[in-house]
């Protein structure tokens, strides 16, 4: 039987393509709730435009579903390489 492998170019485009369209979302229903300006604790100002705080924002949730995809992605390849001992993930 081959040795069927998946790319990692593949594997990295399986897990942060997902990953972003999540952070659209995730960005687009926090930052409706909530605004930038009342996420920083005791009124004070930051240092830091409307515009950074959306970026920031959307950059921690991509960044929280891509470790999550990535916790995904390795148990279900370990998960495959205990079902098939002779191939590799």
Do not use: H
Request: with cysteine; charged share 15%.
């Amino acid at each position: 039987m081959a040795d069927k492998q998946v790319p990692k170019t593949q594997k990295c485009i399986a897990v942060l393509w997902p990953s972003f369209m999540v952070a659209v979302v995730a960005t687009g229903l926090f930052f409706s709730a909530f605004d930038p300006d009342d996420l920083f604790p005791f009124g004070e100002q930051a240092e830091v435009s409307r515009l950074g705080v959306y970026s920031i924002g959307f950059l921690l949730f991509w960044l929280v579903s891509a470790i999550s995809g990535i916790g995904t992605l390795y148990f279900a390849i370990t998960n495959c390489m205990r079902q098939n001992p002779g191939s590799r993930g």
